[in-house]
C-alpha cells in the first residue's frame, strides 16, 4: 500500500484541551504552557502533527490555536467542552455543539476545520455522525469504523443522502496515560512509565512497517508537562517513525 510515497504511516493526534488540564492537575494554563514549548519542539524537529482543539479551548486561547496553524500544523475539532460525550445525546444537542465547534475553531485559525476527532474515546453513535455532516465536516475519527478496511472509507448515514469518512478499523492505536485521571479512562490508568511507553508505541511503528498499515498515538499536552519523561519518549518515537520511513498522516491527508 502507497501512503504518499511512504509504505505505511504513523499518525499523532495532539488533544488540546484545556480543561482536562485544570480538572486533574488544578491549573488550566499548564495547557498552554506545554503548547509554547511542544510546537517550539516540533519546529526543532521538522515535523507537522495533528491537532485535535476544543471549541472553548479554541475561544478562550484563539492565539495559541492560531499559532498551530500559523507553524504548519493542522487543526481539527474535538467536540465544544469535552462533557458530555456525544454518545446517546438527542441529535439537535449533538448537530449544536458540532456547529459551535466548528464555528470557534475557525474563527480561530482563519480556515475551514474538515474534521473531528470524536471525545470520550471515540464514543459515538449515528446521530454523531450525522451532526458532523451536516455542519460540513468531512471526517469522523471515533469508534464507528469502516470493517476490514485499512484505509479510512465513506460511510452513508442511515436515513440520510449524506456521507462521512470513518477510519478503517484495520490499525493499531495507543495513547499516552496518567494516573492523576483515575476517573476518566474506560479502565484505571497506572502511572506513565517512559520505557513501557516507548516499547509499546515503538510496537506499533514496526507492526505499521512491517504490514503497510497504520499506526496511530494519541498525546495529551499537559501529560507532557506532568508525566516524567513522556517529552523525551515522545520526541524518540518521532524520531524512531520518521527514520523508519513512515508518512506522518494527517486528517487532511487522509480525506
Known sequence: MDWYGHSFAFKIRVDVEHVESQRYIGDFRLEKVSMVNWLD???EMNVKLSFCVLGITAELYPDMVGDVVARGHEVYGHGMYHEPGFQGRPFREQRH???RMK??????????IRGVGIPHHGLADENTLRAAAEVGL???EGRIRAKGSVLPQWRQIEGTDLKILVPGDQGRGFTDECDRR?????KHEEAFNPPGALKKWKSGIDWAKSTGGMASLVIHPWMLMVNAGELKVAKEIIRYAVDEGAWMATVDGLI
Open 182 to 186: 483515575p476517573y476518566w479512562a474506560l
Open 41 to 43: 519542539i516540533l519546529d
Open 103 to 112: 464555528q470557534s475553531l475557525e474563527a480561530a485559525i482563519g480556515k475551514p
Open 138 to 140: 468531512e471526517y469522523a
Open 97 to 99: 455543539e458540532m456547529l
